[in-house]
């Protein structure tokens, strides 16, 4: 299922990174250079990006994300 994450609250940040972290590491290591912002995100910079996000979960389990930028 497909639904929109509230970002506001701690847990989702978290669980948003721990899927972003892993996946632009493995982008940095295609590229040969670690110097992507999303690497330095935090939980606080998340929930204060403006961003709204979206997530795929299987069952209750956050699976992947997708975000649109308020730009």
């Known amino acids: 299922m497909i639904k929109r994450i ?5 847990k989702n940040a978290e669980d948003i990174l721990n899927l972003q972290i892993p996946s632009y590491q493995v982008e ?9 912002p ?12 403006g961003e ?3 997530g795929y979960y299987d069952n209750e ?3 992947g994300a997708i ?5």
């Open 6 to 10: 509230d970002i506001s609250m701690r």
């Open 28 to 36: 940095a290591e295609i590229i040969g250079s670690y110097d992507i």
């Open 38 to 49: 999303p690497l330095k995100d935090t939980v606080d910079t998340l929930q204060s990006c």
């Open 52 to 54: 709204t996000f979206f």
């Open 61 to 63: 389990a956050l699976c």
């Open 67 to 71: 975000y649109k930028s308020r730009r």
